[in-house]
């Protein structure tokens, strides 16, 4: 008897670290690529755009609907997601720290011509505030994804999120 109780308890105690360790995992951020927020059907237009050169310079009106695209993938909608990329400041807080920006997938999006389009950027709130030393340089930003617009003249994205955690990128 004694031997059953034991078995039993150790096979109680092994479920509840199987749970705790699947629940764990569950809570834990999917890492998201730029081109996974992308519908395919804008990846292959991208792929066979006319190339911008000096001769042929940029003009908003002869640019590929592509470039303007606001059309998501609601893969990881509600999902607590990570991704890399750069920040476009909008709002700081009185100690100077950043609290809402656009995360962009490179460097320079705020003064790039043309910028990305807004299926391409992720406005993010962060009310605590990231001390910024450069917008120069990668951030990994985490928390739950939403398909939501918004515009501001800055830019516009299709995306949305409050930020749980923002530190610099380290490889």
Known sequence: MKYLVSLLLSTVLMAQALFVSVATAADSPVEVKWL???PQEDIDALENMPEITHDNPFDKSSMPEVMFSSKVVDTFENKNVRIA???VPLETNNEGELTEFFLAPY???CIHVPPPPPNQMIHVKFP???EVEGIW???IIEGKLKLETFDNGMGA???SM???LVKAYEE
Do not use: H, R
């Open 36 to 38: 996974d927020l992308m």
């Open 85 to 87: 990329g750069y920040m």
């Open 107 to 109: 460097m320079g999006a």
């Open 128 to 130: 605590e505030g990231a």
């Open 137 to 139: 340089y990668p951030f």
């Open 157 to 159: 994205s299709s995306y």
């Open 162 to 164: 409050t930020a749980t």
